[in-house]
Every structure is written in structure tokens, then in C-alpha cells.
């Protein structure tokens, strides 16, 4: 029998990393398509932060918790739509969440959840959903990327950098990336990072145009946007693709439109988060056949910085917003 109760991290204002408190809910109930996770651990992402600072409001209908992927295991659920995705009460699972997932338990669309890859815990399995489901529908689908070309990645030692640093590597691409220190620059290039440039010490336009010997790069993944993007169209080779997930660096950007034409360029972004269930169901589904078994064969693997209590939800946000760490920051019950 589960309990009726649950802990959860609410946000008591808009705010520092202080207004994250531990608080009591009642257990959210799962609807038509949905399942009832008790969630182990709950992974932490840039854009909780901006949730806590009232820059990024949850979407219509998503619970007002933050908290955008977790791990655990499967308590109840719609029973038919489990049977169709072959997933049962006790099944581990990690989850992708549009809100909810700082919390004991949470409810996640079947078609979002994906079993925990054999031989991962629960800290590495939380640490999956966010950036994954983001990198692989930027990187690959939108973006485009193939084996032979050439990914340029801005913040390589973020959440997202590490898992965009492995997955391109895996799929057969030369990796670029960018990062605020030499330290963090060697930690890029031990998860399997073709070249690593330092941004505050070096330009990365320079850099890349020497890297490539002027060909420039096929695809940026760029969280930075503002006055990098001139940069970036610059350094674009022919037919490449600007990929813009943030804008870190501010929302306006001047740049020479004309290369966008001469050099066929694509200029696209997204923001995952208010797609629908079934954008993100087809994700999952490509996760699960293409890069699920590269995880089980231990090329790809979770990189977690640090773990802590959901108590100390202040403390992992203080973390992130340091930027100290690489790789993932995730929460445990
Ligand atoms: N569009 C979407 O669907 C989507 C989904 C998830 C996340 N995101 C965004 O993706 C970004 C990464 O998320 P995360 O959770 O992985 O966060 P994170 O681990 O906190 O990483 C933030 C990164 O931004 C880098 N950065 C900041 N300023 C930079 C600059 N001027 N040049 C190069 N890199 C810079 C930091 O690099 P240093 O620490 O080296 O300075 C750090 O690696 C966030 O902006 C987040 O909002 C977007």
C-alpha cells in the first residue's frame, strides 16, 4: 500500500537557491496513459533553475514542482497503455517530465519513460532523460549530424555538453567543444572530445577555423546564443546548421545574413519541454533502439558530478549555478 503523503521540493517564491524547501503533497494520480513513479533519484537541470527565478513557468497542465526527469520504479498506472509499451508495476524506469520530478513520487506519460539501462543505478538512470531526449531530437534530428561531419558544442562540460560529447562521438562525428577552463577542457577530452577550447582564453571562431583548417564546423549546439552567434555563422561550413537550445548570453543577436545564403545555412532551435507527449514518446523510442544498448555495452555512461539529498535541494542548485560542475548534478530520496 503506498502512502497518501509525499515529500517534495517546493518552490515557497521566486527566487535564490533558498527558496527551494521541503514540503508535503498529496500523491499525484496518474490519468489515461500515464503511470505512478516512486521516484529513487531525481535529476537536476539548467532550466530548473530558471524555473526557480520565475524565468521558465511550467506548461499548461504540467504540475508546478520542479523537477524534469527522474528514476525509480513503477507503483500503479493505466494498465493498457503499460501492456502496449511491455512495462509492468515493479519495472525500473527513468522518465522524462514537463514538471513534478523533485518529489517522492511523480506521474510521467508512459510513451516518456524508458527501463533503466541494465547495469545503472539510480543516480546514473535520473541523470539520463533531460539531456538525452534533448540532444538526440537537436543534435540528430534537428540539426541533422552525421558520421563524417564535424559538431561544434558550446558549454561541452555541462549536462547536456557531456551527453552531445558522447553521442556524437558514438555516431561516428569529429567533436569541438568549448569550456570556461583548461581543467574542464581535459575532462571533455577524456569523455571522448576531439579538440576542447578554453572560451575565456581563447576565440573560439579562431580556434575552430584552425581546427578545420578554414572548412569550418557542420553543426553548433549552441545554450549561448547573444553575441556568439555572429561568431557561429561565421565559422559554419557550407549547408551547416546552428542549433540554439539557450540563450545564456542574451536573446538579440546581429549577423552577417548574407553568409546564410551563400553558404546555405539553417538557423533553427527548440525548447523540449511544452512538445507534446507524442514528440516526446517518438524520442524515447529512438533513444531506446539506437543509444539504450550503447549504454549497456558501457561506450556511453552517465556522468555524475555529485549527488544530494532532496534536502539539500539549495546546496545542488547553489552547485550548478557555480558552474563547478561537469556533467550531472542529481538529487536522491
Ligand atoms: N532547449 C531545450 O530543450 C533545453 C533542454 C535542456 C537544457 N537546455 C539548456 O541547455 C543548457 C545546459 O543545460 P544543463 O542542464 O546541462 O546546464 P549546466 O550543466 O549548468 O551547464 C551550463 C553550461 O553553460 C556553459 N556556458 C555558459 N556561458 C558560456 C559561454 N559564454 N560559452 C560557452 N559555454 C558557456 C557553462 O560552461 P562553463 O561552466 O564552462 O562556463 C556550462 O557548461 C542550459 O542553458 C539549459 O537551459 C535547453
Same mark, same amino acid.
Given at each position: 500500500?503506498?502512502?497518501?503523503v509525499?515529500?517534495?521540493?517546493?518552490?515557497?517564491?521566486?527566487?535564490?537557491?533558498?527558496?527551494?524547501?521541503l514540503?508535503?503533497?498529496?500523491?499525484?494520480?496518474?490519468?489515461?496513459?500515464?503511470?505512478?513513479?516512486r521516484?529513487?533519484?531525481?535529476?537536476? $537541470?539548467?532550466p530548473? /533553475?530558471?524555473q526557480?527565478?520565475?524565468?521558465?513557468?511550467?506548461p499548461?497542465? +504540467?504540475?508546478?514542482? &520542479?523537477?524534469?526527469?527522474?528514476?525509480?520504479?513503477?507503483?500503479?498506472?493505466?494498465?493498457? +497503455?503499460?501492456?502496449?509499451?511491455?512495462?509492468r508495476?515493479?519495472?525500473?524506469?527513468?522518465?522524462?517530465?514537463?514538471?513534478?520530478?523533485?518529489?517522492?513520487?511523480?506521474?510521467? &506519460?508512459?510513451?516518456?519513460?524508458?527501463? /533503466?539501462?541494465?547495469?545503472?543505478?539510480?543516480?546514473?538512470?535520473?541523470?539520463?532523460p533531460?539531456?538525452?531526449?534533448?540532444?538526440?531530437? $537537436? #543534435?540528430?534530428?534537428?540539426?541533422?549530424?552525421?558520421a563524417?561531419?564535424?559538431?561544434?558544442?558550446?558549454?561541452?562540460?555541462?549536462?547536456?555538453?557531456?551527453? %552531445?560529447?558522447?553521442?556524437a562521438?558514438?555516431?561516428? %562525428?569529429?567533436?569541438?567543444?568549448?569550456?570556461?577552463?583548461?581543467?574542464?577542457?581535459?575532462?571533455?577530452?577524456?569523455?571522448?572530445?576531439?579538440? *576542447?577550447?578554453?572560451?575565456?582564453?581563447?576565440?573560439? %571562431?579562431?580556434? /575552430?577555423?584552425?581546427?578545420?583548417?578554414?572548412?569550418?564546423?557542420?553543426?553548433?549546439?549552441?545554450?549561448?546564443?547573444?553575441?556568439? #552567434?555572429?561568431?557561429?555563422?561565421?565559422?559554419?561550413?557550407?549547408?551547416?546548421?546552428?542549433?540554439?537550445?539557450? #540563450?545564456?548570453?542574451?536573446? =538579440?543577436?546581429?549577423?552577417?545574413?548574407?553568409?546564410?545564403?551563400?553558404?546555405?545555412?539553417?538557423?533553427?532551435?527548440?525548447?523540449?519541454?511544452?512538445?507534446?507527449?507524442?514528440?516526446?514518446? *517518438?524520442?524515447?523510442?529512438a533513444?531506446?533502439?539506437?543509444?539504450? &544498448?550503447?549504454?549497456?555495452a558501457?561506450?556511453?555512461? &552517465?556522468?555524475?558530478?555529485?549527488?544530494f539529498?532532496?534536502?539539500?535541494a539549495?546546496? +545542488?542548485?547553489?552547485?550548478?549555478?557555480?558552474? =563547478?560542475?561537469?556533467?550531472?548534478?542529481?538529487?536522491?530520496?
Open positions: 500500500m503506498e502512502k497518501q509525499m515529500r517534495a521540493v517546493e518552490l515557497t517564491a521566486f527566487g535564490g537557491p533558498e527558496v527551494l524547501r514540503g508535503e503533497r498529496a500523491l499525484p494520480v496518474a490519468g489515461a496513459g500515464e503511470l505512478l513513479i521516484v529513487a533519484a531525481s535529476g537536476i $537541470n539548467r530548473d /533553475v530558471l526557480r527565478k520565475g524565468h521558465y513557468a511550467p499548461p497542465g +504540467a504540475s508546478d514542482l &520542479p523537477g524534469l526527469e527522474v528514476a525509480g520504479v513503477v507503483v500503479s498506472g493505466d494498465e493498457a +497503455a503499460m501492456a502496449e509499451a511491455g512495462l508495476v515493479g519495472d525500473r524506469v527513468c522518465a522524462l517530465l514537463a514538471g513534478g520530478g523533485y518529489a517522492e513520487y511523480c506521474v510521467a &506519460p508512459v510513451a516518456q519513460c524508458l527501463p /533503466v539501462p541494465q547495469g545503472l543505478d539510480d543516480v546514473q538512470a535520473a541523470a539520463l533531460e539531456t538525452f531526449f534533448t540532444v538526440w531530437s $537537436n #543534435v540528430f534530428d534537428r540539426g541533422a549530424l552525421k563524417g561531419e564535424t559538431l561544434l558544442v558550446q558549454g561541452g562540460s555541462s549536462g547536456i555538453g557531456v551527453t %552531445a560529447i558522447q553521442l562521438k558514438a555516431r561516428g %562525428a569529429t567533436v569541438i567543444v568549448t569550456a570556461g577552463s583548461d581543467a574542464k577542457c581535459a575532462e571533455c577530452v577524456a569523455l571522448g572530445a576531439d579538440h *576542447a577550447i578554453n572560451y575565456r582564453s581563447q576565440d573560439f %571562431a579562431e580556434e /575552430v577555423r584552425r581546427i578545420t583548417a578554414g572548412k569550418g564546423v557542420d553543426v553548433i549546439l549552441d545554450m549561448v546564443a547573444g553575441g556568439y #552567434v555572429a561568431r557561429e555563422v561565421q565559422i559554419l561550413a557550407e549547408d551547416g546548421r546552428l542549433v540554439i537550445i539557450a #540563450v545564456q548570453g542574451g536573446v =538579440q543577436a546581429e549577423f552577417d545574413a548574407g553568409l546564410v545564403l551563400r553558404r546555405r545555412l539553417v538557423v533553427t532551435g527548440s525548447t523540449l519541454r511544452p512538445r507534446p507527449v507524442a514528440f516526446k514518446g *517518438a524520442i524515447a523510442q533513444l531506446r533502439r539506437e543509444v539504450w &544498448p550503447l549504454i549497456e558501457g561506450s556511453i555512461r &552517465p556522468v555524475i558530478h555529485s549527488t539529498a532532496a534536502a539539500d539549495d546546496k +545542488a542548485h547553489a552547485l550548478m549555478e557555480s558552474s =563547478q560542475h561537469t556533467g550531472k548534478i542529481v538529487l536522491t530520496w
